[in-house]
């Protein structure tokens, strides 16, 4: 009988881990994740304090010194319109012969700017002259026939005495004698009315003239040589009405719009400052002249003229330098407080800087304000007074001239390092 094959099972032994092992490998691996928890946490404090240490970007602004004097009430805009302006033209229509000017020509009153064809007028002068030269020389002629009708009259009438001539010689003789001095009367008549004409004709001249009525400054020029000029509009677009436009740059004032809403705030003679939009540096004082007692009614305005009470006197009369105040340009004009005259209030304090408004930060009731020094910030407390525009008074705690941070992020600190952004 056969013996039954057996069966071999796999030894499966090597392939366990002991318990020895299995301990070494976890405790490995815990090492490993360890170490890198470390390492992620030492990067994460690394960059953190490189972060903190990085300049932090901020943008500052400068603290002005305010300017001396009241505050304002009222902002309002407009624009220069001198007070004397005028567009010349002739008095009679002509072709223009001499044009004497350009446009920014300073003219004195009186100034010759412009002639025109004066032919036909000088003509009818000479003929008004030769009329009077006439008349003249008839006077003189009657004289001559005077005095000798004179003479006869006598003569004839010492005749008529004497009985030798007759009354009728004597009535012919006074006739002609009183027919020569009605025609002496009529001929000095007549040299009267060609004085006359003679002034008339020579006013059609010197129309052919035109001259500045008072100094300024020419603005626009109209007129150009062998064009025809007339004061009232004819022959269409060939006619100029006009020659030049000049403007009195002494006469130059402010006019400005100021919304009904507030128009309380003004009254006449009030203080002002305008500044041009031109010359943003260059505060000019001023003055209400008037408020125009009539409103816009589209536009909810009051109009306002004011007028400069330091002009730029040295600008105007120097040749040599251009007009800085020149006929509208845009303008600014700050309404200044003025004292009360009844009852007077407790004086405020000065302020000593104006800082934007944004550069003012607050904490526990308290205002304050971040100063630049070098590459890094001085925290400072302030005490800031009535808001102007955009800008805040301070009355203490920083001086003027001073770099104050404008726009900076919430946690910014005293000491800390910052960069300005350029």
Request: contains cysteine.
């Amino acid at each position: 009988m056969a013996t039954p094959p057996r069966t071999v099972k796999p030894d499966l032994s090597s392939l366990r881990i002991s318990d020895t092992k299995r301990t070494n490998g976890r405790a490995s691996r815990r090492w490993v994740w360890g170490a890198v928890a470390i390492l992620v946490l030492g990067l994460a404090a690394a960059a953190a304090f490189a972060f903190r240490n990085r300049p932090v970007e901020v943008e500052v602004a400068a603290a002005t010194k305010p300017a001396t004097g009241p505050a304002g009430v009222l902002n309002a805009s407009g624009y220069i319109t001198p007070r004397r302006r005028a567009t010349i033209a002739a008095k009679i229509t002509g072709r223009v012969t001499g044009v004497y000017f350009d446009e920014g020509t300073r003219v004195s009153e009186g100034q010759l700017l412009a002639t025109l064809d004066d032919s036909d007028a000088r003509r009818a002068l000479d003929s008004a002259k030769a009329d009077r030269d006439a008349a003249d020389a008839a006077i003189a002629d009657y004289e001559v026939q005077l005095k000798n009708a004179q003479i006869e009259l006598h003569r004839t009438q010492q005749l008529v005495r004497d009985g030798v001539s007759t009354q009728q010689a004597l009535d012919s003789a006074v006739m002609a004698a009183d027919s020569l001095k009605a025609k002496i009367a009529l001929a000095k008549q007549q040299v009267v009315a060609s004085e006359a004409r003679i002034r008339e004709q020579q006013q059609n001249v010197d129309n052919c003239t035109i001259k500045a009525p008072f100094a300024g400054i020419v603005v626009s020029k109209d007129a150009q040589v062998g064009e025809m000029v007339s004061p009232i509009s004819a022959g269409g677009g060939f006619t100029r009405t006009g020659i030049a436009t000049i403007v009195d740059l002494h006469s130059n004032e402010v006019e400005v719009d100021v919304s009904e809403a507030y128009i309380a705030k003004v009254s006449n003679d009030q203080p002002v400052n305008a500044t041009l939009d031109a010359y943003p540096d260059w505060q000019i004082p001023g003055k209400v002249r008037t408020v125009i007692p009539t409103a816009d009614r589209q536009k909810a305005t009051v109009k306002v003229r004011i007028s400069f009470t330091e002009p730029d006197h040295k600008t105007l009369m120097d040749p040599a330098k251009e007009p800085r105040i020149l006929p509208d340009m845009g303008v600014k004009v700050s309404f200044l407080e003025t004292a009360s005259k009844g009852d007077p209030k407790e004086k405020k304090a000065l302020a000593v800087a104006l800082v934007p408004e944004k550069a003012v930060r607050q904490e526990n009731g308290g205002k304050y304000v971040f100063v630049l020094k070098g590459d890094v910030i001085e925290r400072r407390a302030v005490t800031t007074g009535e808001t102007r525009g955009s800008e805040v008074e301070i009355l203490g705690g920083i001086p003027a001239d001073v770099q104050v941070v404008v726009n900076g992020p919430a946690t910014l600190r005293d000491g800390q390092s910052v960069q300005v952004q350029k």
